[in-house]
């Protein structure tokens, strides 16, 4: 269903003056749209304008194969009261190496009784700027060395739903345990609450495995001059599972690895540190399990609103009317398609409420998961980024219209060169024209000579936030102005 609005655009932030504006300058913006044979311009022609209003239909999803691409970790489990529902969080991290690492010739450490090269201690360090929740809830970690005969590959596209148990050999023990809270009462207030103070957990591991760490490096200081060399010969990774615990979740920066030995120079004795850290060199993946989101599913399927959940969680599905937005209209070129997302306010007053989205993007449904395995940003014809304006509560993709063409033609060409009528297209492509709209990321960099801005990546929001969306058994409106050449 649609309705054609022939005396004003229904827009409450565009007055009449600035429809004028914009219908004159359709004869320049058409021009973009790459859309075959549609909309070429000549000097003798001239330029009309319809615009309609249809309806999007909308409804939540689970969204599957999240490609865990973040240079953040995440660990904890943590309850959010807007939707009844949980989420934890556990990672796996792979340490990084200096080239041509070196340590103090072997002459000058400090031996163990036996003579042999010695530990003096072994140390994890989980450094976390921000937290959720409460800050003095324990919990319990356990961490576990990965399988050598199952080492993450640079070449593999790991995702935030897989089973990080995998990795690691079956029956193996975990090499450290421990309780803690994010705030550390074995410090005083004054020092927790120094600006010097960088917040991070503990872990101390066994000092027999560090020693044998620091052999091997004297026996195969091959395996130490890079990272590639270390993990598929010295430490495969590390996983960070979470035994119990519920109420806070930690982002991590940098989990570093340390391990101390002694070493003599001129009869005085000092002590050494080899240090390895889990950074973008290497692979770090965070999985989350997610409870509670069948129900919002089901719940949404009757009520007047979708969800968008992070981490990992649920999405946005639209349907968009391709084919009625072209009935009448094939030769014409579509100027504009702009689609407004409302967010509804929320309802629930307590103070551990999850965040909103900064941005979301919108894509077909089918491309979801190669857009981010092949890191691609948006291109302003089969994606789209908005941000959040909290002004209006709104996220609003501003001109859709080359998604529409995209989805349009492809529909039309596939259909010709596969001999398929409508009914058979629909039934082979049942996704043809549905688009996910995903809560991310967006970096950016504005070349300073040109002032021009450019996103360098999209990736998926895994920080703790949820909305509510208009839609649902409501559709939702797409305004569309067309263009006409004659």
Request: proline fraction near 4%; hydrophobic fraction near 35%; aromatic fraction near 12%.
């Amino acid at each position: 269903m649609h309705h054609i609005i022939s005396t004003y655009f229904m827009d409450k932030h565009l007055p009449l003056w600035g429809l004028m504006v914009l219908l004159v300058s359709l004869s320049f913006a058409a021009c973009d749209e790459d859309t075959g044979s549609m909309g070429i311009i000549t000097d003798n022609d001239a330029v009309a304008s319809d615009i309609e209003t249809f309806q999007i239909r909308s409804t939540t999803m689970a969204i599957d194969s999240v490609v865990a691409n973040t240079t953040k970790s995440y660990l904890g489990q943590v309850f959010d009261p807007e939707t009844e529902s949980t989420v934890k969080a556990e990672f796996i991290a792979q340490f990084h190496t200096f080239e041509d690492y070196e340590l103090p010739d072997q002459s000058m450490l400090v031996k163990g009784s036996d003579n042999q090269i010695e530990a003096d201690s072994v140390e994890l360090r989980l450094y976390f700027t921000d937290y959720f929740g409460e800050g003095n809830n324990p919990m319990k970690l356990y961490v576990y060395e990965l399988d050598r005969n199952n080492i993450l590959r640079e070449d593999e596209t790991y995702y935030a739903t897989s089973d990080l148990s995998d990795f690691v050999a079956q029956g193996a023990q975990p090499l450290t345990q421990k309780t803690f809270s994010p705030q550390d009462y074995m410090l005083t207030e004054v020092e927790r609450n120094s600006t010097s103070h960088y917040k991070n957990v503990r872990l101390r591991l066994p000092k027999e495995w560090g020693s044998e760490l620091l052999r091997t490096a004297y026996e195969h200081p091959e395996y130490f001059q890079d990272s590639w060399q270390f993990i598929h010969n010295v430490l495969p990774g590390l996983y960070f599972k979470l035994q119990n615990g519920m109420g806070t979740m930690l982002t991590l920066d940098v989990a570093a690895l340390n391990v101390y030995f002694r070493y003599t120079v001129s009869d005085s004795t000092y002590i050494g540190i080899s240090r390895f850290s889990a950074t973008p060199e290497v692979i770090q993946s965070s999985s989350f399990v997610n409870q509670g989101l069948n129900s919002l599913i089901q719940e949404s399927l009757t009520e007047p609103y979708t969800y968008v959940k992070t981490p990992a969680a649920l999405i946005t599905e639209l349907t968009l009317p391709v084919d009625e937005v072209y009935a009448g209209h094939e030769t014409d070129s579509i100027a504009r398609a702009r689609v407004i997302l409302t967010r509804y306010n929320r309802t629930t007053n307590s103070n551990f409420v999850f965040g909103i989205p900064s941005e979301l993007l919108i894509l077909p449904k089918d491309e979801l998961t190669s857009f981010f395995k092949n890191h691609q940003v948006a291109d302003g014809k089969s994606s789209f980024t908005t941000a959040f304006a909290s002004a209006y509560n709104t996220y609003t993709f501003d001109n859709i219209a080359n998604l529409l063409a995209l989805l349009y033609h492809r529909k039309v060409e596939t259909m010709k060169r596969e001999s398929l009528t409508a009914e058979q297209y629909q039934r082979k492509y049942p996704n043809w024209n549905k688009v996910a709209v995903v809560p991310v990321n967006v970096s950016t960099y504005t070349d300073p000579s040109t002032n021009i801005t450019r996103q360098t990546s999209v990736t998926h929001d895994f920080s703790l936030s949820s909305i509510k969306l208009k839609g649902g058994v409501e559709p939702i409106d797409m305004q569309v102005i067309y263009s006409k050449y004659h």
